[in-house]
T-cell receptor, first 115, second 114 residues
Framework: AQKVTQAQTEISVVEKEDVTLDCVYE???????LFWYKQPPSGELVFLIR??????QNEISGRYSWNFQKSTSSFNFTITASQVVDSAVYFC????????????FGKGTKLTVNP | NAGVTQTPKFRVLKTGQSMTLLCAQD?????MYWYRQDPGMGLRLIHY???????AKGEVPDGYNVSRLKKQNFLLGLESAAPSQTSVYFC?????????????FGEGSRLTVL
């Protein structure tokens, strides 16, 4: 069975601090995909990134960066110089060889960035 | 720029009442999904559809029915609402199987069952 664990339920930081959101996954599939979604206070989930199991290169997009390590089954998300607009619930998700209908979400980490 | 639209956004029901949530997408996506989001539980898949006229059960299908009569619409029905179905419901769509999880979500529908 596939599982995604986001151990951090809530994180609170002060603006401009760096923050890392942890994600640990479990799967028996050899091919799988990992995702991060953002859910701002408005409620709609927004896709941030997809990474496949064959690509362990870290990715950076502006202030966002993602660290994928198969050895530790982790796909952590770092926000550099956080801003108030980063306040949201962030979900890590995993889909295996079953396709997108088998997408499994973690329980989410609520990030609050205080001014 | 509509994307995925859910109606209604809010609804209060009494136990035993029935209702239907409508999801419409204008991206010509084959796949559509209904999730529910509960505090501390993340998102759980209720039902999904891989194309017009097809539906399948997800992780938590009991108490819900769905229909996909048109490619752009996916309906979620509650025949006899229960307080345990109080939740925020999200519809999502994706282009095809190989999109492997890049879902486009609606804004959610908050349902309260008294």
């Amino acid at each position: 069975a596939q599982k995604v664990t986001q151990a951090q339920t809530e994180i609170s930081v002060v603006e401009k601090e760096d923050v890392t959101l942890d994600c640990v996954y479990e799967t028996r599939d050899t091919t799988y995909y990992l995702f991060w979604y953002k859910q701002p206070p408005s409620g709609e989930l927004v896709f941030l990134i997809r990474r496949n199991s064959f690509d362990e290169q870290n990715e950076i997009s502006g202030r966002y960066s993602w660290n994928f390590q198969k050895s530790t089954s982790s796909f952590n998300f770092t926000i550099t110089a956080s801003q108030v607009v980063d306040s949201a619930v962030y979900f890590c998700a995993l889909s295996g060889q079953g396709g997108s209908e088998k997408l499994v979400f973690g329980k989410g980490t609520k990030l609050t960035v205080n001014p | 720029n509509a994307g995925v639209t859910q109606t209604p956004k809010f609804r209060v029901l009494k136990t035993g009442q029935s209702m239907t949530l409508l999801c419409a997408q204008d991206m010509n996506h084959e796949y559509m999904y209904w999730y529910r989001q509960d505090p501390g539980m993340g998102l759980r898949l209720i039902h999904y559809s891989v194309g017009e006229g097809t539906t399948a059960k997800g992780e938590v299908p009991d108490g819900y029915n769905v229909s996909r009569l048109k490619k752009q619409n996916f309906l979620l029905g509650l025949e006899s609402a229960a307080p345990s179905q109080t939740s925020v419901y999200f519809c999502a769509s994706s282009h095809f199987r190989e999109s492997t999880g890049e879902l486009f979500f609606g804004e959610g529908s908050r349902l309260t069952v008294l």
